[in-house]
Nanobody, 123 residues
Framework: QLQASGGGLMQAGGSLRLSCAAS????????VAWFRQAPGKEREFVAS????????YYADFVTGRFTISRDNAKNTASLEMNSLKIDDTAVYYC??????????????????WGQGTLVTVSS
């Protein structure tokens, strides 16, 4: 089970930190990723962190602004979001799985997901 939290309302340029808590699964064996879905838009990949050496990968639109991390001892992952833009408004989902390289940025590459957390960025 995955539980995302930390969303809220923030002004453009501000920061938020999302958290993902895992239970009932071998968290350290999975790649963790964040996806988001904005109103009226398709769900899209945001960032991922691998299970073995914590290799990170980011969507172009968040590179340099967002940082993904994980703490296997606590079964948690985080997404630090800085310099928020209005376009970052979306529901953010934490997912885990063992995607092959070609499916790293695809929702279907992951096995577990939970309810998302809403991030709203205002002007």
């Amino acid at each position: 089970q995955l539980q995302a939290s930390g969303g809220g309302l923030m002004q453009a340029g501000g920061s938020l930190r999302l958290s993902c808590a895992a239970s009932g699964l071998d968290f350290r064996a999975y790649t963790v990723a964040w996806f988001r879905q904005a109103p009226g838009k398709e769900r899209e990949f945001v960032a991922s962190i691998s299970w073995r050496v914590s290799t990170t990968y980011y969507a172009d639109f968040v590179t340099g602004r967002f940082t993904i991390s994980r703490d296997n001892a606590k079964n948690t992952a985080s997404l630090e979001m800085n310099s928020l833009k209005i376009d970052d408004t979306a529901v953010y989902y934490c997912v885990v799985g063992k995607p092959i390289s070609s499916s790293l940025t695809m929702w279907r590459g992951y096995r577990h997901w939970g309810q998302g957390t809403l991030v709203t960025v205002s002007s």
